[in-house]
């Protein structure tokens, strides 16, 4: 294992291995724990997709790769989507509803 990137870490991550589908992370949070760095992960796509993993392993290249990198073989992501409810319904609190004057959505 080489390492590859420094603390704090790099805010976009790419699983050469997808995770639940997913290959493109962003980092939520970070810090260290028992004397351990970690990093929390979250898939950019789909929010209930989240990781939290050690400092260490996300430094592995051959796990782990600093941003987003095109995967060429997404297929495990393609067969992960068909269980996903890809509903188009925006949440009450998603900003996109119009007309922008009812009540109960937040300004932007």
């Excluded at 073989?73 to 949440?91: A, G, V």
Aim: glycine share 6%; proline share 6%; no cysteine.
């Amino acid at each position: 294992m080489s390492s590859q990137s420094s603390w704090p870490p790099s805010m976009s991550w790419t699983a050469l291995a997808p995770y639940k589908g997913e290959s493109h992370f962003v980092a939520i949070t970070y810090g260290i724990k028992a004397g351990k760095r970690f990093v929390n992960l979250v898939s950019v796509l789909y929010g209930d997709i989240f990781l939290s993993i050690t400092f260490d392993e996300l430094n592995d290249l051959t796990k782990w790769k600093p941003g987003w990198i095109e995967i060429a073989n997404e297929s495990t992501r393609t067969n992960f989507l068909k269980t996903k409810d890809l509903s188009l319904i925006s949440s009450e609190d998603s900003g996109l509803p119009l007309p922008l004057s009812l009540k109960g959505f937040r300004s932007w």
